[in-house]
């Protein structure tokens, strides 16, 4: 009786596992069909649409992202929310309203304006999923406690009123690029109320802070394979925010945030901000799978090493540059020697100086590698200078115990064919 209601009781619980995955593979065929339908509607609509596309590929690699960390996840783990999450960003992230909005009013068809107005505040679901409930539920899908159900409510309140809001205030589709069109749900009587109700979107970065600040508690609480899971998605989210905060502060400096001529490297760098939103769901797909789990503390130096290398080299380079343009440019008037000069300096410049920011970086970064690297390069200098095979033993074993303190520390000689040690 024990072991039938054992067996049953594992029955119960194996239906709803198959029951998940099967939900969780259908959404994903859900979202191929979905990204199918948005590209045979956009080329049917514009067949040059498939130029501009391509041109776009950073935006298509940074959308399927989520939906295949999504899927990676929930085959493995089908109860873990955060593939949920992801899954349901990357439904969100295809468009194919938008797609048949263009097609429909491009052919004169029904139900083009109606299309645009429902696609329009699509982009709310997606950002704010990202900016909290992502956060909230970060690595293993629960809340870090009860008390942050709150601030979860609140980011789902926001996403639907967000997109309430956008969808019912009446106004003509000017910033959806049909200016001679009017909003078919715009309700004119609630126009006063719902233009008041647009303060509310004040509150999407408050919720945002709020669900940081619970990743942080959560690192601070953690340890283990929990705090290596946390690293990731830390050095993902630092990353992406420090670039898109480089773009934010070009745009302000070049004024193009005010409406002027965005320059061609202001286009570049923001166009790499949005790319890097892909780190996001991988850093989440490593975290959770553990694949190549503990290797971020050697990435995390790597990243910032590489990062303050860029800095001092183009820093270099272009002092360089305006220092022989001035001394050149009376004898030569050809900056094109100053820039080659300054090319070749940088390139000297390149080997010596990443050996030393690396070596800085470890030291403050990284200190666990750093005093295996420098144990072991010391041990090498001691051996070239000792042939006795018991002070080698010796040697080695206290190396060892120094790099990785171990409990024990044992070194085994192999024998060899005349029965005395080697």
Known sequence: MASAMHGGAGTRHARPADGRHVLAWGAFALWILLVLVQGGLTVA?????????????????????????????????????????LMAIGLLTAEPLGAYAAFALARGLPGGALADVLNGPMWAPPIISMGTLLLLRFPDGNLLSRRWRWVERLSGALIVLTVVILVLTPRDLGDLGHPELRNPLGINALEDVLGAALAILVLIPVAMMLSAASLVIRFRRSSGV???????????????AAIFLASMVGSVASGSIWGNPTPDWLNLLEGISAFTFVLIP??????????????????????????????????????LVVGLQSVALPVVRDSELAVAASTLAVAALFGPLRRRVQDLVDRRFDRARYDATRIADGFGARLRDRLDLDTVSEELASTTFSALRPALVSVWLRASADGRDR
């Open 282 to 319: 991988i850093a989440i797909g490593i975290a959770i799978l553990r694949y190549r789990l503990y290797e971020i503390d050697r990435l995390i130096s790597r990243t910032l090493a590489y990062a303050v290398l860029t800095a001092m080299l183009a820093g270099v380079f272009a002092g």
């Open 226 to 240: 929990e705090r290596e899971q946390l690293k990731w998605l830390t050095a993902a989210a630092a990353i992406v």
């Open 45 to 85: 609509a514009d067949p040059r649409a498939l130029a501009d596309g391509l041109n776009q590929l950073g935006w298509v690699i940074v959308s399927a992202a989520f939906p295949l960390a999504g899927i990676m996840i929930l085959s493995r783990q089908p109860a873990n929310r955060v593939g949920w999450i």
